[in-house]
C-alpha cells in the first residue's frame, strides 16, 4: 500500500473563492489520480495528474474549475476555483504505485469540503 | 446503461452469516477489477483484487470473476458488525483508461 496524506483534512468555504487541497505520498508514485465525492454517491474522476505533463481532464471537469499541479513524483494539489455549494463534496486523491494502468488505487484519507 | 451497476441495497445479514454483493460492467474488454470498502466519513479501503476468471480467496473474502458474463461478486464468511460498510466495486476499463466505480451497495450485519 501507500501512505498518504491530504490537507486539509475538511474546510468550510464561502462561495465563489478557492481552496486548494494537497496531497503527499511517502514515495515516488507515476501515477495521481484525483476524485470527487458527492453526498450519498460514489466516487468520479476528475483528473489523471502524471508528473511531467498536463493533467488529463474527464468529461465534465475543466481546467479554469480544477488546476492541478504536479511538481514532483510525491505531490501533487487540486484547486477548487470560484467555488458554489454545488461543489460541496468530498475530494480524494489516489495513487497507483506500479505505473501500470489498471494497477490498484491506494486513496488519501480525503477532504471534505463545505462551500456556504 | 451504467458502465458498473451493483445489486441494490440497502443489504442486511445477521452476525455469521454469508454476504453476496454483486457488481456488472460493460466493458468487455476490461482487465482489473476491485472491491473497496468504505466506512462511513472515511475514504475508501482496498479489500480486493482480482484479474482473472474464477475465486480468488482471502481470509473471509472471496471475489469472483466471470469475464464472458461480465460478473464479480464478492462473497463475504462469517460477517461481522464491524463489516457493515459501504462496498464500492470498480472497474478499470481500458477504453477510457480510468477506475470506474459503481454506486456501491451498503451492508449491515446484525448482531
Known amino acids: 500500500s501507500a501512505v498518504i496524506s491530504q490537507k486539509p483534512s475538511r474546510d468550510i468555504c464561502q462561495r465563489g473563492t478557492s481552496l486548494t487541497i494537497q496531497c503527499q505520498v511517502d514515495?515516488?508514485?507515476?501515477?495521481m489520480f484525483w476524485y470527487r465525492q458527492q453526498p450519498g454517491q460514489s466516487l468520479t474522476l476528475i483528473a489523471t495528474?502524471?508528473?511531467?505533463?498536463?493533467?488529463?481532464?474527464e468529461s465534465g471537469f475543466v481546467i479554469d474549475k480544477f488546476p492541478i499541479s504536479r511538481p514532483n513524483l510525491t505531490f501533487s494539489t487540486l484547486t477548487v476555483s470560484n467555488m458554489s455549494p454545488e461543489d460541496s463534496s468530498i475530494y480524494l486523491c489516489?495513487?497507483?504505485?506500479?505505473?501500470?494502468?489498471?494497477?490498484?488505487?491506494?486513496f488519501g484519507p480525503g477532504t471534505r469540503l463545505t462551500v456556504l | 446503461q451504467k458502465e458498473v451497476e451493483q445489486n441494490s441495497g440497502p443489504l442486511s445479514v445477521p452476525e455469521g452469516a454469508i454476504a453476496s454483493l454483486n457488481c456488472t460492467y460493460s466493458?468487455?474488454?476490461?482487465?482489473?477489477f476491485f472491491w473497496y470498502r468504505q466506512y462511513s466519513g472515511k475514504s475508501p479501503e482496498l479489500i480486493m483484487f482480482?484479474?482473472?476468471?474464477g475465486d480468488k480467496e482471502d481470509g473471509r473474502f472471496t471475489a469472483q470473476l466471470n469475464k464472458a458474463s461480465q460478473y464479480v461478486s464478492l462473497l463475504i464468511r462469517d460477517s461481522q458488525p464491524s463489516d457493515s460498510a459501504t462496498y464500492l466495486c470498480?472497474?478499470?476499463?481500458?477504453?477510457?483508461?480510468?477506475?470506474?466505480f459503481g454506486e456501491g451497495t451498503q451492508l449491515t450485519v446484525n448482531p
Open positions: 470498480a472497474v478499470w476499463e481500458t477504453s477510457g483508461s480510468r477506475l470506474t
Open positions: 466493458d468487455r474488454g476490461s482487465q482489473s
Open positions: 489516489s495513487v497507483e504505485r506500479s505505473g501500470r494502468a489498471g494497477d490498484t488505487q491506494y
Open positions: 482480482i484479474y482473472s476468471n
Open positions: 514515495s515516488q508514485v507515476t501515477m
Open positions: 495528474a502524471n508528473q511531467g505533463s498536463e493533467a488529463t481532464y
